[in-house]
């Protein structure tokens, strides 16, 4: 299983982005979906998650600005950044926990996209 995350870069305060993270292979099914980011000399930290039920993870420092979805037909998850602020900045990692026709249940992760808030 490979996870492809695409729409990190730079952009001003208040501005917005949108994060993709495509998984491929021998995917039976994914229940959880996240999206977890590490700045420098820092934890990484989830940011935002869905359950295959829908059910919602967050956290507090992006609440009402982060939205996540799923697109299960494709695989794919989403995370729309809106009023990004400096502090956001950070390297931006997806996870999935996948059940695989071969290995059985495992997690995931994709290789990290910069997300830099900045004027």
């Known amino acids: 299983v490979q996870l492809q995350a695409s729409g990190g870069g730079l952009v001003q305060p208040g501005g917005s982005l949108r994060l993709s993270c495509a998984a491929s292979g021998s995917i039976v099914s994914i229940n959880a979906m996240g999206w977890y980011r590490q700045a420098p000399g820092k934890q990484r930290e989830l940011v935002r998650a869905i359950s295959s039920s829908g059910r919602l993870t967050y956290a507090e420092s992006v609440k009402g600005r982060f939205t996540i979805s799923r697109d299960n037909a494709k695989n794919t998850v989403y995370l729309q950044m809106n009023s990004l602020k400096p502090e956001d900045t950070a390297v931006y990692y997806c996870?999935?926990?996948?059940?695989?026709?071969?290995?059985?249940?495992?997690?995931?992760w994709g290789q990290g996209t910069q997300v830099t808030v900045s004027s």
């Open positions: 996870n999935m926990e996948v059940k695989t026709s071969v290995r059985g249940t495992g997690s995931y």
